[in-house]
């Protein structure tokens, strides 16, 4: 079991896979853009190699 990860940084290119995590806690890693920028992400449960249910809601954050 797992959660997948996805985060649009509002590069123009939407959504994208951040990471399948399987312990709680994850911390992205990537640094931070010379400009502020909005940060959003959702999530989805992964059983085995499905994901199951519906996409979390979003959460957003200002990095920069």
Request: aromatic share 10%; hydrophobic share 35%.
């Given at each position: ?22 312990t709680p806690g994850y911390t992205d890693t990537q640094p931070f853009p ?31």
């Amino acid at each position: 079991d797992s959660c997948e990860i996805q985060v649009d940084r509002a590069d123009g290119k939407g959504f994208g896979l951040l990471t399948i995590d399987t312990t709680p806690g994850y911390t992205d890693t990537q640094p931070f853009p010379a400009t502020s920028a909005k940060w959003t992400y959702k999530a989805i449960y992964r059983l085995a190699d499905d994901q199951v249910g519906v996409w979390s809601q979003t959460a957003s954050v200002t990095v920069g």
